[in-house]
């Protein structure tokens, strides 16, 4: 007849010992029955013969503590006695430290479980497929016409009225120095302008044309570079005078 074996349970310490006894024994561990959790725990002990004799001394040492204090509870109480502290004080609070984080532990091992299995991939390099939109330099006189586009369209956009009831047409001077600022500004903003929004919201025939002439200037200046792409002319910002001034 081939002899029994049976499996000892392993636990990590004696603390995890005591709260599987806990646990077992569907008790509270703010109210542990010292008498019980210690029979139970050191009937633990006698089937650790075979355990490495490290690992023993702490259990033997926390035996040792639980029947300290189930010594405690044993010895008789005197009415005249000042109320003392209950001797498990200290083993419930290293319980309650011990469990708080053994549930930690618990939920980061779930955690990891379930990591273990997303894989994720690494972001693929998309700047062959990016396309840079052709750029050139585009002679002053696609400029011009731009500019006479422009005007055309504001010309349209104007009512009568002014003309109908007024012989005198009043001139509304605007500053070309002005408007070299406003457009500097916007370009250190943005870097790039559409020549056709430099228009967007004029008031005025003279104001327009102060536009006009501060890019021109700035261009005279080499401040600003004029290119053409997708159809649209484009103020460019450059930070420094040594441009290419020539035009096709």
């Not at 002679?139 to 009831?165: G, N």
């Amino acid at each position: 007849m081939s002899n029994l074996m049976f499996r000892l349970e392993v636990f990590e310490g004696p603390l995890d010992l005591l709260l599987h006894l806990i646990a077992k024994n569907k008790v509270n561990i703010y109210d542990i029955p010292i008498s019980l959790i210690t029979s139970q725990y050191l009937d633990y002990l006698k089937q650790m013969q075979n355990a490495d004799l490290e690992v023993r001394s702490e259990f033997l040492l926390m035996a040792a503590k639980l029947l300290y204090i189930k010594s405690r509870f044993l010895l008789p109480r005197y009415e005249e006695e000042e109320e003392e502290e209950d001797p498990r004080q200290e083993l419930i609070l290293s319980l309650a430290e011990y469990k708080k984080y053994k549930d930690i532990s618990s939920f980061f091992d779930n955690r990891k479980s379930i990591c273990d299995y997303i894989y994720f991939k690494e972001p693929a390099d998309t700047d062959m497929y990016k396309t840079q939109p052709e750029t050139e330099i585009i002679p002053i006189e696609k400029l011009t016409m731009a500019f006479s586009t422009v005007m055309e369209r504001f010309e349209k956009s104007l009512p009568p009225s002014k003309l109908l009831f007024s012989g005198i047409v009043g001139r509304e001077p605007v500053s070309v120095k002005s408007k070299v600022k406003v457009i500097k500004s916007k370009l250190t903003l943005q870097g790039q302008l559409e020549f056709t929004h430099l228009f967007s919201n004029v008031e005025s025939r003279s104001e327009i044309v102060a536009i006009f002439l501060a890019v021109l200037e700035m261009i005279r200046n080499e401040s600003v570079e004029i290119t053409y792409a997708d159809n649209k002319i484009l103020l460019n910002n450059t930070q420094h005078g040594d441009e290419d001034d020539s035009y096709e």
